[in-house]
């Protein structure tokens, strides 16, 4: 994935970047910095990770999942539990499906395997720093695909899963489960980017939660039917 190259430097985003292949760790975060992100520290090993992240609170966490001491999961559960609002962008080696699903359920907002490109890369954590779920192609149906898993076992209610929601804020929490970002919502529901802004702010105050990772754990508990979200 690390080849030469520039781009458009992104707006101040931090970054921390764990890895136990000293070689790819570095490879990463150089790309990281000839690309204009400010790469905090680097960790090598799952404890490490969420002591470096607690500690300088980046914007992303770059994590791989196969990490010494901790998983990647258990870093993001770990992460989690301790109310650190660091979003993270799993880059993994592995597109196992068990893989993905296990880091989405801890907190992680976006997978990606390190068969990707430099700049599909650097866009993931630009996105993943924007709030933006991302998936390497294929993964995000794998994650529907569970939504609806859940679904069919029973979970969720039929008529209103989600009282304090009204039908428009249900709605566009199944679109922001499946991984679509405000702009493609907004485009979808034919309303402006800040219209479905302001939709989400409003299901954060009535679920108390506070980003859309807590959003994605709790549509899938819900078992909302994201098969047709419309």
């Known amino acids: ?46 404890r490490s990770a969420v002591a470096r992240t607690r500690a300088t609170t980046p914007d992303v966490l770059v994590l791989d999942l196969n990490l010494p001491g901790l998983t990647g999961a258990e870093v993001c559960a770990a992460l989690a539990a301790a109310h650190v609002p660091t979003r993270i962008l799993i880059l993994s080696a592995s597109g196992d499906h068990q893989d993905v699903l296990d880091a989405v359920k801890a907190g992680a907002l976006g997978y990606l395997v390190k068969s990707a490109g430099r700049e599909e890369f650097l866009a993931a ?16 149906g794998l994650v529907l695909g569970e939504f609806r898993r859940v679904k069919a076992a029973g979970g969720g209610s039929a008529e209103r899963p989600i009282p304090e929601l009204t ?28 219209t479905v802004q302001n939709h989400v702010q409003n299901i954060f105050g009535k679920l108390q939660m506070h980003n859309r990772v807590e959003l ?3 549509a899938m508990e819900r078992g909302l039917d994201l098969a047709d979200p419309t």
């Open 167 to 194: 039908d428009r804020e249900t709605e566009i929490l199944k679109y922001v489960a499946t991984g679509m970002g405000y702009k493609e919502i907004a485009a979808t529901l034919f309303l402006s980017h800040r």
């Open 125 to 140: 954590v630009r996105a993943t720093a924007a709030g933006e779920p991302v998936f390497t192609a294929g993964l995000a």
């Open 1 to 46: 994935m690390p080849q030469q190259g520039s781009s458009t430097p992104p707006e101040h985003i931090r970054v921390v970047v764990a890895d136990d292949h000293p070689m790819w760790r570095d490879a990463v975060a150089r790309d990281l910095a000839d690309a204009g992100f400010e790469v905090l520290a680097t960790a090598d090993d799952g």
């Open 216 to 218: 994605v754990r709790f």
